[in-house]
């Protein structure tokens, strides 16, 4: 099995155990906290892969390091995924989980690329126009590409609507060589 097939069924598993908003977030949670550690300490990582220390005594030293902001069950969880998940690729089965919820949730991902920042009224009123479209709630960010001389690219889900000027003059230029 390839690594791609092996991210998307971890976090096809997690979500399918997930079946409650609450659920959702204390796995994420579970989710952020383990990818951030494994990313920034080398022992960390080490400690949760060794084969030496039991699932017990793991489950302990976990329990009074997270005794504040994890309960026992979620240590169960990540004992869980200590001993089923590729610890490897933690983060991009992080990421593939959140975008299963943001899909079961109906929620569309829309990126505003301009040349300069909009304010929050200009991507406020795109956000509107967009959901009086669409069935869902929409996520709207703003990215800034300074090759674009003005105008705006929409990247709604997977269908990209291009209104910058530099792509509007290109087809100009186009139509021109074309009627020669």
Excluded: H, P
Excluded at 34 to 45: A, R, V, Y
Aim: glycine share 4%.
């Amino acid at each position: 099995m390839n690594v791609k097939s092996k991210i998307d069924r971890y976090a096809k598993i997690l979500f399918s155990i997930s079946d409650t908003s609450e659920k959702y977030e204390s796995i994420e949670k579970i989710l952020y906290i383990l990818s951030t550690l494994c990313n920034t300490s080398l022992i960390f990582k080490q400690f949760l892969l060794t084969k030496r220390i039991s699932s017990d005594l793991k489950k302990e030293i976990l329990l009074s390091i997270f005794k504040d902001l994890i309960n026992e069950s979620e240590i169960d969880l990540i004992i869980y995924l200590m001993e089923g998940i590729d610890l490897r690729y933690i983060k991009l089965i992080t990421e593939k989980y959140k975008k299963l919820i943001s899909d079961s949730r109906g929620n569309v991902k829309v990126e505003v690329v301009t040349a300069e920042q909009l304010s929050n009224l200009d991507l406020t009123d795109i956000e509107e126009k967009i959901n009086s479209k669409i069935n869902g709630s929409v996520i709207i960010s703003n990215t800034i590409d300074k090759n674009i001389l003005g105008g705006i690219k929409l990247k709604v889900g997977n269908t990209l609507i291009d209104g910058s000027i530099k792509t509007k003059l290109d087809k100009l230029k186009q139509s021109m060589i074309t009627n020669k």
